[in-house]
């Protein structure tokens, strides 16, 4: 009796072992596919994001133009769009950085708003990208951090994909 209780409770800890590392890790989703026009949206975004620098005043609705359409038809999108381009604004104003060092910081946001798929891990990664990205255009680390952030609630909000129960294990 004894010994088949034990064996039982043997083969409870391997199955669990087993369960363990048989877990998945939420995989990596597609980035948003470019088209023609990516490349000229991107400009788009860069100019506005030197725009703010600039502190013109119609950057920050430039900005929030350009980038809050791809999070339309999204619960929350736009809202946590706009709030990353006020963000943003208040970042930069008063930098100062040539059209092509913007870019990286433009494709940054082009992906957070227009990704549809990314796992936690590169959503994670944008997040770390934006932080890096604007201290190399000067912002102090803790607004770089503010941005970062909200970089998290755009995707949360944009998101069409959540972890599935086996990727919890």
Same mark, same amino acid.
């Given at each position: 009796?004894?010994?088949?209780?034990?064996?039982?409770?043997?083969?409870?800890?391997?199955?669990?072992?087993?369960?363990?590392?048989?877990?998945?890790?939420?995989?990596?989703?597609?980035?948003?596919?470019?088209?023609?026009?990516?490349?000229?949206?991107?400009?788009?975004?860069?100019?506005?994001?030197?725009?703010?620098?600039?502190?013109?005043?119609?950057?920050?609705?430039?900005?929030?133009?350009?980038?809050?359409?791809?999070?339309?038809?999204?619960?929350?999108?736009?809202?946590?769009?706009?709030?990353?381009?006020?963000?943003?604004?208040?970042?930069?104003?008063? @930098?100062?950085? @040539?059209?092509?060092?913007?870019?990286?910081?433009?494709?940054?946001?082009?992906?957070?708003?227009?990704?549809?798929?990314?796992?936690?891990?590169?959503?994670?990664?944008? @997040?770390?990208?934006?932080?890096?990205?604007?201290?190399?255009?000067?912002?102090?680390?803790?607004?770089?951090?503010?941005?970062?952030?909200?970089?998290?609630?755009?995707?949360?909000?944009?998101?069409?994909?959540?972890?599935?129960?086996?990727?919890?294990?």
């Amino acid at each position: 009796m004894l010994n088949c209780v034990t064996r039982q409770i043997a083969y409870a800890i391997v199955f669990a072992a087993a369960l363990q590392f048989a877990a998945c890790r939420q995989a990596d989703g597609p980035l948003p596919e470019t088209t023609p026009s990516t490349a000229n949206e991107l400009g788009d975004i860069s100019r506005d994001l030197q725009n703010l620098a600039t502190g013109n005043p119609e950057g920050p609705k430039d900005l929030n133009d350009d980038i809050s359409h791809y999070a339309e038809g999204t619960d929350g999108g736009p809202a946590a769009a706009a709030e990353l381009s006020r963000r943003l604004g208040q970042a930069l104003t008063g @930098k100062s950085f @040539k059209l092509a060092q913007a870019m990286p910081v433009a494709h940054t946001a082009w992906v957070t708003v227009a990704g549809r798929q990314l796992s936690e891990k590169q959503v994670e990664n944008l @997040k770390n990208e934006m932080k890096s990205e604007l201290m190399t255009l000067g912002v102090n680390e803790q607004q770089a951090q503010t941005v970062a952030d909200q970089v998290g609630v755009v995707q949360q909000a944009v998101t069409a994909r959540h972890r599935r129960w086996y990727e919890l294990l």
